[in-house]
T-cell receptor, first 112, second 114 residues
Framework: GNSVTQMEGPVTLSEEAFLTINCTYTATGYPSLFWYVQYPGEGLQLLLKATKADDKGSNKGFEATYRKETTSFHLEKGSVQVSDSAVYFCALIQGGSEKLVFGKGTKLTVNP | DTEVTQTPKHLVMGMTNKKSLKCEQHMGHRAMYWYKQKAKKPPELMFVYSYEKLSINESVPSRFSPECPNSSLLNLHLHALQPEDSALYLC?????????????FGEGSWLTVV
């Protein structure tokens, strides 16, 4: 079956540090890949997505590239801010499916 | 800003109460979803409505009863819940499984069962 594995953290960084959160997936065919962010006490927000191999999703300074050869979709940001403190979920959805498959989530804390 | 709106944001109910969670989307989407999220866990799918018809029920107990009055509205009726049902309930919507399925979530309803 389909699955998503992401580093569980927690991850603690200082402001302006470089961020990488690893995400790898197992899926048949060519799924769409997503990063969602959940700020404390809130719902999930779509951060970025990629729908085919070599696509790069980007938003708010975050980037992730769909790597079919390594089945990965790692999230990166060059300089994190305190306001980026949140839980980040990697997820996939198979074409023709209605079911999102989530990773377990990674809690990021950014200190001033 | 999310275009999936949920009410109420917070709900406290007793185990004998009947209450409802409401969700509305303004994106013209044809699929709507209910998810349940416990602390420090990813969301778990409960129900999917596609074109106003229930297409997926993930073996959810009958004390949770979904309703889709039209393509923009989704309700979750709650009756005789247990304390372990306390969680964040997330509504979501998408264009549908055959239309580049990106799922957008609302802010959630925090439910406490006492």
């Amino acid at each position: 079956g389909n699955s998503v594995t992401q580093m569980e953290g927690p991850v603690t960084l200082s402001e302006e540090a470089f961020l990488t959160i690893n995400c790898t997936y197992t899926a048949t065919g060519y799924p769409s890949l997503f990063w969602y962010v959940q700020y404390p006490g809130e719902g999930l927000q779509l951060l970025l997505k990629a729908t085919k191999a070599d696509d790069k999703g980007s938003n708010k300074g975050f980037e992730a590239t769909y790597r079919k050869e390594t089945t990965s979709f790692h999230l990166e940001k060059g300089s994190v801010q305190v306001s980026d403190s949140a839980v980040y979920f990697c997820a996939l959805i198979q074409g023709g499916s209605e079911k999102l498959v989530f990773g377990k989530g990674t809690k990021l804390t950014v200190n001033p | 800003d999310t275009e999936v709106t949920q009410t109420p944001k917070h709900l406290v109910m007793g185990m004998t109460n009947k209450k409802s969670l409401k969700c509305e989307q303004h994106m013209g989407h044809r699929a709507m979803y209910w998810y349940k999220q416990k602390a420090k866990k990813p969301p778990e799918l409960m129900f999917v409505y596609s074109y106003e018809k229930l297409s997926i029920n993930e073996s959810v107990p009958s004390r949770f009863s979904p309703e889709c009055p039209n393509s923009s509205l989704l309700n979750l009726h709650l009756h005789a819940l247990q304390p372990e049902d306390s969680a964040l309930y997330l509504c979501a919507s998408s264009q549908g499984q055959f239309s580049g399925n990106t799922i957008y979530f609302g802010e959630g309803s925090w439910l406490t069962v006492v």
